[in-house]
């Protein structure tokens, strides 16, 4: 009875997070990156605060619970950041790509901070990930792997960013207490308006509000509520029933999803040998799920 709601939950955060890789490249350009994450954070606040309050009242966290939501939020915020930078200088397909590293990484962290097991089928299919990772990048290309050619300078740096994300889920599974998952993500959400006002709060008056175009409003108003409220809830939720390594899985799942939002966007669709690392990025997933049913 649990796997199909949760399964199906998984299947939609994969589905909203891979739109936002397409949705923050088209708005990428529009505010500077530390803006745009403030701004995403700032209405996914806003919006979930009412919400929060109606269903479990004022809730407010001891200084321990502040702080692993402040830890987990800077590990989010930085992301963000770094990934709107990174799209400046890359495309939305190779950052989903990269992505498909995290699970690798958040293993590991899992591995150190909640002495979690992998097993052989998590790990085969994170190896298998990331050879497809490394065919997209490089084209398949042996001359432009040893030669660490990559196409995109951005590439490298939402690869930083993910080394970030990586911790994501395990800091979720370790300062998470029993308060109610939707006063965690509200928590979260406000402490990284905090950190980001830190960062970004002097740029707010050098920004043209009124010269900023409207789809960059209406594509930050998509991933607030979307790709943040929506999937910060929903992954939260998933990570303390299954862990943090098996949700992260579902993220290679983001490649195939990117490659068919963009298709439909009307973009081309990649040459058969850069196919053929997203084939193997797709094979991980199904490696993981088939060791999750036995």
Same mark, same amino acid.
């Given at each position: 009875?649990?796997?199909?709601?949760?399964?199906?939950?998984r299947?939609?955060?994969a589905?909203?997070? @891979?739109?936002?890789?397409?949705?923050?490249?088209?708005?990428?350009?529009?505010?500077?990156? %530390?803006?745009?994450?403030?701004?995403?954070? @700032?209405?996914?606040?806003?919006?979930?605060?009412?919400?929060? /309050?109606?269903?479990? $009242?004022?809730?407010?966290? *001891?200084? =321990?619970?502040?702080?692993?939501?402040?830890?987990?939020?800077?590990?989010?915020?930085g992301?963000?950041?770094?990934?709107y930078?990174?799209?400046?200088?890359?495309?939305?397909?190779? !950052? $989903?790509?990269?992505?498909t590293?995290?699970?690798s990484?958040? $293993?590991?962290?899992s @591995?150190?901070?909640?002495?979690?097991?992998?097993? +052989?089928?998590?790990?085969? %299919?994170?190896?298998? @990930?990331?050879?497809?990772?490394?065919?997209?990048?490089?084209?398949?290309?042996w001359?432009?792997?040893?030669?660490?050619?990559l196409?995109?300078?951005? *590439?490298l740096?939402?690869?930083?960013?993910?080394l970030?994300?990586?911790?994501?889920?395990?800091?979720?599974?370790l300062?998470?207490? *029993?308060?109610?998952?939707?006063?965690?993500?509200?928590?979260?959400?406000?402490?990284?308006?905090?950190?980001?006002?830190?960062?970004?709060?002097?740029?707010?008056?050098?920004?043209?509000?009124?010269? !900023?175009?409207?789809?960059?409003?209406?594509? !930050?108003?998509?991933?607030?509520?979307?790709?943040?409220?929506?999937?910060?809830?929903?992954?939260?939720f998933?990570?303390? =029933? /299954?862990?943090?390594?098996?949700?992260?899985?579902?993220s290679?799942?983001?490649?195939?999803? /990117?490659?068919?939002?963009?298709?439909?966007?009307g973009?081309?669709?990649?040459?058969? =040998?850069?196919l053929?690392?997203?084939?193997?990025i797709?094979? %991980?997933?199904?490696?993981?799920?088939?060791g999750?049913? +036995?």
């Open positions: 009875m649990h796997i199909r709601p949760l399964s199906t939950a299947l939609l955060t589905l909203l997070i @891979a739109s936002s890789f397409t949705v923050s490249k088209a708005i990428a350009g529009g505010l500077d990156p %530390a803006v745009l994450t403030l701004l995403r954070f @700032a209405l996914a606040a806003l919006l979930f605060l009412p919400l929060t /309050i109606w269903r479990h $009242g004022l809730y407010l966290p *001891d200084k =321990k619970q502040l702080f692993g939501y402040a830890s987990i939020s800077f590990v989010l915020t992301f963000f950041w770094l990934m930078l990174s799209l400046r200088t890359t495309t939305a397909l190779n !950052t $989903g790509v990269i992505f590293l995290v699970p990484l958040s $293993g590991f962290y @591995a150190v901070l909640l002495d979690e097991r992998l097993g +052989r089928n998590r790990l085969a %299919a994170m190896l298998l @990930a990331a050879v497809g990772a490394v065919w997209v990048l490089f084209h398949g290309s001359e432009r792997l040893t030669a660490f050619a196409l995109y300078p951005g *590439d740096i939402f690869f930083a960013s993910c970030l994300m990586a911790l994501y889920t395990p800091l979720v599974k300062f998470h207490r *029993d308060e109610p998952m939707m006063v965690m993500t509200l928590w979260i959400l406000i402490t990284g308006c905090c950190w980001l006002l830190l960062f970004a709060g002097p740029r707010l008056l050098e920004v043209a509000w009124r010269d !900023t175009a409207l789809a960059v409003w209406t594509g !930050t108003a998509y991933l607030a509520v979307f790709s943040t409220m929506i999937t910060f809830f929903l992954s939260q998933c990570t303390l =029933k /299954i862990g943090p390594t098996r949700v992260m899985a579902y290679y799942l983001y490649p195939p999803f /990117i490659l068919l939002i963009e298709w439909l966007c973009h081309p669709m990649p040459s058969p =040998k850069i053929l690392g997203l084939v193997l797709a094979a %991980a997933m199904l490696i993981v799920q088939s999750e049913q +036995r």
